[in-house]
C-alpha cells in the first residue's frame, strides 16, 4: 500500500522557517518523483516543488525559488522541503504526492496524496 505521511507544518511568523517532511512507504522510492504541492483557502492546489532522483531534475515554483530547498534522504525514504524566509501569502495546506520517474506541475497527473499539512504564517 502506498502512503506518503506529511509532518512539521504549524505556525510562524513572516520571516521564520519550517522544515515539512514527507515519509513514503510501498512503492519504490528511486523511481519516483516526490512534488509538494499546496492550497490556499478558495485558491487552486499549485505544485511548489518537485525531485525525481536522475529523470527530470528539480522544480520549484517561481514565487518559491531562492526561498524554499527540496531535499531528499533515500535511506529514509523521506523527502523535505526547506521554508525560509516565509511570507503570510504562503499560508496554505501542504501535501506530499508521488508519480513515476519524472515530475509533473499538473496535480491530476498524481495518484497518490498524503493528508497535507497546515502552515499558517503571520505578518
Known amino acids: 500500500e502506498v502512503q506518503l505521511v506529511e509532518s512539521g507544518g504549524g505556525l510562524v511568523q513572516a520571516g521564520g522557517s519550517l522544515r515539512l517532511s514527507c515519509a513514503a512507504s510501498g512503492f519504490t522510492f528511486d523511481e519516483y518523483a516526490i512534488a509538494w504541492f499546496r492550497q490556499a483557502p478558495g485558491k487552486e492546489r499549485e505544485a511548489i516543488s518537485c525531485?525525481?532522483?536522475?529523470?527530470?531534475?528539480?522544480y520549484y515554483l517561481d514565487s518559491v525559488k531562492g526561498r524554499f530547498t527540496i531535499l531528499t534522504d533515500y535511506a529514509k525514504n523521506t523527502v523535505h522541503l526547506q521554508m525560509n524566509s516565509l511570507k503570510p501569502e504562503d499560508t496554505a495546506v501542504y501535501y506530499c504526492?508521488?508519480?513515476?520517474?519524472?515530475?509533473?506541475?499538473?496535480?491530476?497527473?498524481?495518484?497518490?496524496w498524503g493528508q497535507g499539512t497546515r502552515v499558517t504564517v503571520s505578518s
Open positions: 525531485i525525481a532522483k536522475g529523470y527530470s531534475g528539480t
Open positions: 504526492t508521488g508519480r513515476y520517474r519524472r515530475c509533473s506541475a499538473y496535480a491530476s497527473l498524481y495518484k497518490y
